[in-house]
């Protein structure tokens, strides 16, 4: 085989490869787009729990308290009570995670997500988007303060 030979070879392996990976995952997903987990129902808190709203945005959080009251990029909670955060986008995904706490929920526009947690201890914790969500994504963080 000449060179030319080698490389048509080689360029038409690739090509079979690809389109067989690209039937493959087409096939899987027009055969389970139907069975994808939906979320927990968000209408569900737990009883004791006090709910905080949590709206991301490029590039900020927000954090509306049951009192009507507004944060940004500061979240206040107590020690020893259960919060649950009701969070949604107001643009595009975004990610909160409070390392502090092993709590990691998605903000998606129109689709609200929730989690519930407790503090344990005061302090102040450090939270952040850890989705790209676009040119300023690293301003996406702030502060948990966690009073008595």
Known sequence: MNRRQVEYLFTAVVLIVLIAAALV???YVLGHTQNIPQPA??????ANSTVIQVLGYQWAWQFTYANNTTSTDTLY????HEYTLQ?????VIHDLLIPSLGVQVYAVPDHPNQVSFEPEKTGKYIFECVEYCGEDHYLMRGYMVVSQ
């Open 41 to 46: 129902d968000n209408k569900t808190v737990p």
């Open 87 to 91: 969070v949604t986008s107001k643009d």
């Open 77 to 80: 909670v107590t020690v020893g």
């Open 25 to 27: 995952n087409l096939g």
